[in-house]
């Protein structure tokens, strides 16, 4: 009885509360020991952290302008499409598709199951198949919940957001109470030259950006927002400082409290540090973890099921997927894409190897999307945007993120080679399946399944142009 689309639910809060939700997760939680291990001592650890987090911020600074010269949802997709060209924005969905975005929600949600089955089995450690099983549940419960209603995601994430700060901050006051008793015996000799390694900093880069990811992704929901053009750079700008610092103190709070060797040998940092520092929390810390990691995967289902709903939307994935619920309003065949793919690399993957794996595809891309923006401007100089960053933060952004995807290859080159040879792959497909055209036969069979899956999922193409 009304008209089908994505409708605007996005207000500041709920975009602050997206960024929030989708970089504070199991990031901070599990990555201080990655950071530690490859930067080679607490000092540099430190120094990663911070440069980490400047780096977010020029890249969600180039995103927001980004989000307010195209005025499309898909994120990264869609900045390469218009910018870039149609090959490079399809390389980059088949690798969002088969490596990044699985790999990065099975790192997230094998997190909630070791950090929710923690206080069950302390001092031990979670049997694996029950932390996968728990973790499969809990992605599950937000496939769902995502599947069924737009709003009650956007409440959900406004609700853990409060409760990850919350988490945050059990962690930060204790440390500093104990920094400011005089406990600065892991601080000695911070700077250990002799413990770096040059070639592994791009692992602890990716570590550590690993942590920080999620400054883009209002960009994903550009036609779902309320005033994008005011709310997009507010949200982000607001967003990454308060990450920033929150970041830094848990840090320092992390090595008041334990040791190089105690982070290194800890299978969930935040949980070895109440043990030391809080006791009476001991229960209660690793399930406000948990529940972090939870608005971290619902935060990911929510933003990339509009990349691939974009993507359909412009010819390059199947047309089925561009299509929404006739009553949730719920991009209902892309939400539910994902799940064979993340259950596979949840039961057979590892967490560290899985970070490595997808972050070399994921920060080319992005590079790739912020030198789009300067191509961007170099076309269309006549475009005034309503927000607009000096050039040298694209600049910089772009030529950091190359970079380090180039290290990468001497830090990790199995892992990174994989992701290479995955990106790569779609180099055939693009050819064979989007840059020609399918016989008349296929055509009608494609579409014959496409109606027939139409009709199962009740679900039709958008009625209203949004953008």
Request: overall charge positive; glycine content about 6%; charged content about 10%.
């Amino acid at each position: 009885e009304e008209a089908v689309f994505l409708r605007k639910k996005i207000t500041l809060v709920r975009a602050f509360s997206l960024l929030i939700g989708s970089m504070v997760g199991s990031g901070i939680f599990i990555s201080p020991k990655g950071v530690l291990k490859n930067s080679g001592s607490v000092g540099f650890s430190l120094v990663v952290w911070f440069a980490c987090g400047v780096l977010s911020m020029f890249g969600a600074l180039c995103y927001a302008e980004l989000g307010t010269r195209i005025t499309k949802s898909g994120g990264h997709y869609i900045y390469i499409l218009e910018t870039l060209g149609p090959l490079p924005s399809f390389l980059f969905l088949w690798a969002e598709f088969f490596a990044i975005r699985p790999a990065n929600s099975a790192v997230v949600s094998l997190a909630f199951g070791r950090y929710m089955l923690e206080p069950f089995f302390a001092p031990c450690a979670a049997p694996v198949p029950a932390v996968k099983l728990v973790s499969l549940l809990g992605y599950y419960t937000v496939l769902t919940l995502n599947s069924w209603s737009v709003t009650w995601s956007a409440r959900l994430q406004t609700a853990l957001s409060v409760i990850k700060l919350l988490a945050l901050a059990l962690i930060i006051v204790p440390g500093m109470m104990l920094l400011a008793q005089g406990h600065t015996e892991n601080f000695q000799d911070a700077f250990d030259r002799q413990s770096l390694v040059l070639d592994k900093l791009p692992l602890a880069f990716y570590a550590g950006m690993f942590a920080y990811s999620g400054w883009f992704q209002t960009s994903f929901v550009r036609e779902e927002l309320v005033r994008p053009e005011r709310n997009i750079p507010l949200a982000v700008i607001v967003s990454v400082i308060t990450v920033i610092v929150g970041y830094m103190l848990t840090n320092v709070s992390y090595y008041t409290v334990l040791g190089t060797q105690d982070v290194l040998a800890s299978p969930a940092v935040a949980v070895s540090f109440v043990q030391r520092a809080f006791k009476s929390l001991i229960s209660v810390v690793p399930v406000l973890v948990a529940l972090s990691c939870f608005g971290t995967m619902n935060g990911g289902i929510f933003t990339f099921s509009r990349t691939l709903f974009v993507a359909s939307r412009e010819g390059q994935w199947p047309p089925l997927f561009s299509m929404i619920h006739i009553r949730r309003h719920t991009p209902l065949p892309a939400v539910m894409l994902m799940f064979p793919l993340v259950t596979a690399m949840v039961c057979i993957g590892d967490i560290y190897h899985l970070m490595n794996f997808f972050s070399f595809s994921r920060w080319l891309f992005i590079g790739l999307a912020t030198l789009g923006l300067i191509v961007h401007r170099h076309r269309h100089p006549e475009l005034r945007s309503p927000f607009k960053v000096p050039l040298f933060v694209p600049v910089s952004f772009t030529i950091i993120c190359l970079f380090t995807v180039a290290m990468s290859f001497y830090s990790d080159p199995v892992n990174i080679s994989i992701g290479c040879t995955m990106v790569l792959s779609g180099f055939p497909v693009y050819y064979l399946i989007i840059h020609r055209q399918m016989s008349s036969r296929c055509r009608s069979l494609f579409y014959y399944l496409t109606h027939k899956l139409q009709l199962l999922l009740e679900v039709v193409q958008q009625e209203i142009k949004t953008y």
